[in-house]
């Protein structure tokens, strides 16, 4: 693997260099490409024009979530979705426009249903009976209508690590298709004036290599909008066939080009539609991972090294577990280099360590590098979803720094926690 360098050899992040972020902001520093998410955002959406599909590229932000992604989002006239009221209220405070918002989640509050009602969210997804209860509840009271999307369960086991699949008929999300749920949430909707049902929702899993579940889904959706038709004349315009597609971490993985995906997805529900004789609904996508995950850098610095007779020696870094959970929680497999010198020789074998108090809290298992030396800085490459999204305070250390850099230019864009921040929620006892 090759990677951008500059003339001091060292790696560089968008132009701009690796090791002046790490001074300059401190580590653990997560670093965004913005030029790279703003790529695929245009790939996925020429795969649609160019298919003459009508569509929406709505970012699933739980992959990442922050006032600064949505703004970027937006620019690019994207819509987004959220599954909770936190993440409602940074696209909010973004500037995010609220009708191109998806609400999402298994089990939303009563005081998220109010919230999102009220400030004009575009498209409630609703996953179960209950919420339908709650949310006829809200729209009463607020004497508003809500735009929903029903979310099924297609009954599709995506080939992935067992907690990022969803779609499976067991899964916790949506409404199962086979005992007639879907059907009685569809004539529940359809019965309320308040509500008008824009179509369906699926989403098989996450970090998915094979295009045959991707086709299935769409296809399954294409089903259900057939027999929706035939039963209750009712036209599906919108089918959203949810995220998922996977992403290289490693020099193992080798995966097709995210858009490829999209691109036969919307092939076999064009196949469907011609089949069926059924008018060809818009097709939404929800990707996460596939937009923020290659473009995000994790940036620390080298500190302690065990050296063991006959074993691997542990290099520790200054942050680990806390900034990233993916490895400790799903054994997720990371690329690093040292971002001194990215093409240097390699000449050792390291365990990369985090400084959390868990033998398990290993970033990479096995990590070939140059020479090494405290202070040195090390990236973990494509860590940009899922990673600072996940982070926590364990042991209470403070989250890491956000910066996005464009056009050689970094900004700022989430400050680093301080201890104060740690503190304050904590009132004394005694
Ligand atoms: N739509 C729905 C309804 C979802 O549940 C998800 C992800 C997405 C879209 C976006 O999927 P993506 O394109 O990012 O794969 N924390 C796990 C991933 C959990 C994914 C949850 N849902 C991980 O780090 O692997």
């Not at 600064?68 to 987004?80: F, G, M, P, R, S």
């Not at 529940?188 to 008008?196: E, M, N, T, Y």
Request: glycine letters at 8%; proline letters at 4%.
């Amino acid at each position: 693997m090759t990677l951008p360098t500059n003339n001091a050899g060292h790696l560089t992040i968008g132009g701009v260099d690796a090791i002046s972020l790490a001074h300059q902001y401190q580590t653990p520093l997560v670093v965004y490409d913005v030029a790279l998410i703003k790529e695929q955002i245009t790939k996925f959406k020429r795969v649609f024009e160019e298919q003459a599909v009508d569509y929406e590229v709505s970012y699933a932000s739980k992959a990442f979530c922050s006032v600064a992604i949505y703004q970027v989002i937006n620019e690019l006239d994207c819509h987004t979705d959220v599954v909770s009221g936190g993440e409602l209220a940074t696209a909010l405070k973004a500037g995010f426009p609220a009708e191109k918002i998806s609400f999402h989640g298994n089990n939303k509050s009563i005081a998220e249903l109010e919230f999102a009602i009220k400030a004009g969210v575009g498209v409630i997804i609703v996953d179960n009976f209950y919420e339908i209860e709650l949310l006829q509840r809200v729209l009463r009271e607020q004497k508003a209508k809500a735009k929903v999307i029903l979310r099924v369960t297609p009954g599709i086991s995506a080939h992935t690590h067992e907690y990022d699949q969803t779609g499976q008929i067991d899964s916790k999300f949506g409404f199962d298709l086979a005992s007639g749920q879907a059907d009685k949430a569809l004539t529940q909707l359809l019965a309320d004036p308040q509500i008008k049902v824009l179509g369906l929702h699926a989403h098989i899993g996450s970090q998915i290599f094979e295009l045959g579940g991707f086709e299935l889904v769409g296809q399954k959706l294409m089903e259900v909008a057939h027999s929706w038709k035939q039963k209750y004349d009712y036209t599906t315009k919108v089918i959203n066939v949810g995220g998922g597609f996977g992403i290289k971490y490693t020099a193992e993985d080798d995966p097709l080009a995210p858009e490829k995906f999209v691109e036969q997805i919307i092939k076999a529900v064009k196949q469907k539609a011609l089949e069926y004789e059924l008018e060809l609904p818009a097709i939404w996508i929800e990707p996460g991972r596939s937009i923020t995950g290659p473009a995000g850098y994790n940036l620390y610095t080298v500190g302690a090294r065990k050296d063991i007779p006959d074993h691997l020696s542990y290099l520790a870094v200054d942050g680990g577990m806390g900034d990233n959970i993916r490895p400790a929680l799903y054994q997720a497999k990371y690329a690093a280099v040292l971002a001194n010198e990215p093409n240097a020789k390699v000449t050792q074998t390291v365990h990369l360590a985090g400084k959390y108090c868990e033998s398990g809290d290993i970033l990479i298992d096995k990590l070939a590098l140059p020479e090494t030396k405290p202070g040195d800085i090390i990236a973990l490459l494509a860590t940009g979803a899922y990673g600072y999204a996940m982070a926590s305070n364990y042991n209470r250390n403070p989250r890491p720094a956000v910066v996005f850099v464009e056009n050689e230019q970094a900004k700022l864009v989430v400050k680093r926690e301080t201890y104060a921040d740690l503190l304050k929620l904590d009132l004394p006892y005694k």
